[in-house]
């Protein structure tokens, strides 16, 4: 309770005692307010974050860029009050068992399906397991994120029972050419490389990006390594319509080391995956809309490897080829004053292979269960929702959502919500909503505990925050409080997947942002859950204080997180973990091109783990050099 206390105490004297510097520039304000306040995961077309009912944190590629990381998921953890995601190295997450970059937020998981990951309002998640791969959120091509920190089901379906993470990758908006690299070096041998080129010229554009990565990490039997491109074209076919075709593709090979004292040998994964994705959108004054077909794939590759003492190397490998084709359509109208409506549909044709080849021969192996060999399931979602300004200062949002599973049959989603704006620049926010979860393959097919009788997870949300920006938009603030009450949440129960898991969550959550003069920006935000039912890598609390200084051709950027009463195991053998990070990166503009940077990650040199038997490294260094022209 203490560290909690000096931590939020120190976030608010640090804020408190920059307020009274020089203000930024009227333009500056407006810039960061635009930016800020026009979001497109709440409604899928862009609105005013200030009319929307729900909450929804944007991290800019300014500050995705600020640590030089390779992946957003870390800076996702700093700047998102209520989100964890587990760790277990310097590079790589992995897949499988010991596998790790699962998102939790308000004790809602990821790795259980439960939230969704978007890539410009696109799914990521695959046909048999249900959830995407976090080694491929990477920031090269990345303009913002923006998480959606409640069910999002109304307009994205299944798998966004609890939230959502939309990653809004770049665009080229002027005539030109502009390109960049970036590489570094350091700590346990870890090399980090991406590069990036975007093109427009009159009505065609195009981004295209490529990145590598590789580490030993901090223990033996971990190298990670990792391939990724990006590209994307886009064609204005008029000033009304555009055209554009986008796909990414993430390839690693990595390794996992087993749970000390439990160290595993040959456990070996070979992971591709990748979208493809095509669309039209038309933009009007009074109405934009979009239709758009996408196709998620996936090979993998896994050595469930054995015991370092006394196990047996495997004579198999398993494989899967799973993938999640779909057709989205939306159209966003205002069709009398004050109001906006949106109207959509979804299909989604969810399919896959899972078997087990010979090691020796590459023969395919019969499996125990049969059903894994090939299966398909077919989604369809039709939904509305209207916000209406009543006055000025009110507006209410409801909309209701139809959605159809193969198996499990349909279900109704509804959502509703208020804002109100007492004054011009503060909005109180009232919201209501459902969220689901249909079974994945893996849980209704595949291994003993299978159960084709599952219904879909299902969950109720309530939320009231508070948001307000004062100095000229210089400060701006938030205070969330939410309460979740989920049932029929699938738990494994004698060798069998079953309906009868309960969560009971509630919690509090606040964030502030200062722009105080040319030199210096800081933002903080804490978090604190409550758990009738703990989950494991939920936190009790987590905040985070952060500072960027900037003077002539140097800059800094710092921030300290505090983790407490972090869930490593829960049940009979409950564990939790408490530990703080502080994080430190120093950039040098050598020439107007030509930037060096040095940065140090966990400098306290804490001992701690995120989870159970993955002990994190202790303080690591990388240096390296970005240049953009």
């Known amino acids: 309770m203490l560290q909690k206390l000096t931590l939020f105490l120190f976030s608010f004297c640090a804020v408190a005692s920059v307020m009274a510097a020089e203000p930024l520039s009227s333009d500056s304000i407006a810039y960061n307010r635009d930016i800020d306040d026009v979001v497109v995961t709440g409604t899928r077309g862009a609105a005013d974050i200030r009319h929307l009912p729900m909450t929804i944190s944007v991290v800019g590629e300014q500050k995705l860029n600020e640590h030089q990381r390779l992946n957003v998921l870390p800076t996702l953890m700093e700047q998102v009050p209520g989100l964890m995601v587990t760790s277990r190295g310097v590079m790589g997450y992995g897949v499988s068992t010991g596998g790790s970059g699962g998102m939790m937020l308000r004790g809602i998981s990821s790795g259980a399906g439960q939230m969704m990951v978007l890539v410009d309002g696109h799914p990521q998640y695959q046909g048999i397991y249900g959830h995407s791969i976090s080694d491929s959120y990477q920031t090269m091509m990345t303009q913002r994120v923006e998480v959606l920190r409640g069910p999002a089901s109304l307009l994205y379906g299944s798998n966004a029972m609890g939230g959502v993470v939309n990653i809004v990758t770049r665009g080229m908006h002027e005539d030109g050419v502009r390109s960049g ?23 065609f554009s195009s981004t ?35 055209i554009y075709a986008d796909a990414d593709v993430t390839h690693f090979n990595s390794s996992y080391p087993g749970a000390v004292g439990a160290e595993m040998l040959e456990a070996d994964q070979w992971i591709t995956r990748g ?37 047996k190397p495997q004579s198999r490998y398993f494989r899967s080829k799973d993938a999640l084709a779909g057709l989205s359509w939306y159209q966003s109208a205002n069709l009398w004053t004050g109001s906006r409506l949106t109207v959509g549909a979804d299909y989604q044709h969810i399919y896959g292979r899972a078997y087990y080849t010979s090691r020796e021969t ?47 049959g349909g279900e109704w989603i509804p959502q509703g919500g208020i804002v109100i704006r007492p004054t011009e620049t503060g909005e109180i926010k009232a919201m209501v909503s459902k969220g689901f979860r249909n079974p994945t393959m893996r849980e209704m097919y595949l291994y003993p505990p299978s159960n084709t009788d599952l219904e879909p997870e299902r969950l109720m949300s309530y939320e009231l925050s508070w948001r307000h920006r004062i100095l000229e938009g210089c400060l701006t ?22 309906n009868t898991g309960e ?19 800081v933002n903080t935000n804490h978090s604190y859950l409550d ?9 009790t609390y987590k905040g985070y204080f952060g500072a960027r200084f900037m003077q002539g051709k140097w800059s800094a950027s710092a921030g300290l997180q505090q983790v407490c009463g972090l869930y490593k195991a829960v049940g009979d053998n409950e564990e939790k973990e408490t530990f703080s990070l502080l994080n430190l990166t120093i950039d040098y503009q050598l020439a107007p091109t030509f930037k060096l940077w040095l ?10 783990e995120i989870n159970a038997g993955y002990p994190m490294p202790k303080a690591t260094f990388m240096a390296g050099f970005s240049l953009d022209f």
Do not use: C
């Not at 969330?480 to 079953?498: E, G, M």
């Open 275 to 311: 979208v493809a994705n095509i669309g039209i959108e038309n933009h009007y004054a009074r109405t934009e809309g979009r239709i758009s077909a996408y196709d998620n794939f996936g090979r993998h590759k896994i050595n469930d490897g054995y015991r370092a003492e006394g196990g």
């Open 531 to 539: 758990m009738k039912n703990p989950v494991v890598a939920a936190p």
């Open 362 to 408: 590459g023969e395919v192996l019969e499996t125990q269960n049969k059903q894994s060999a090939h299966v398909h399931n077919n989604e369809f979602g039709i939904y509305v929702d209207l916000r209406q300004d009543i006055f000025s200062w009110l507006t209410i949002d409801a909309g209701i959502r139809y959605d159809d599973h193969t198996i499990t």
């Open 208 to 242: 295209v990006a490529a990145q590598y990565g590789r580490s030993d990490n901090h223990r033996p039997n971990m190298v990670f390594e990792q391939y990724g491109g990006y590209v994307k074209l886009n064609y204005d076919l008029s000033s009304h319509w555009n």
């Open 477 to 498: 603030y938030g205070l969330n409080l939410y309460y979740i009450k989920a049932d029929n949440i699938i738990q494994t129960i004698q060798r069998q997947n079953v």
């Open 181 to 203: 690299l970036r590489l570094g070096a350091g700590s346990y041998g870890t090399l980090q490389a991406d590069a990036y080129n975007q093109t427009r010229s009159g009505r």
């Open 599 to 608: 940065k140090g990650d966990n400098l306290l040199a804490q001992q701690y």
């Open 503 to 521: 969560l009971e969550n509630k919690g509090i959550e606040m964030e502030a942002t200062w722009l105080v003069g040319e030199h210096w920006s």
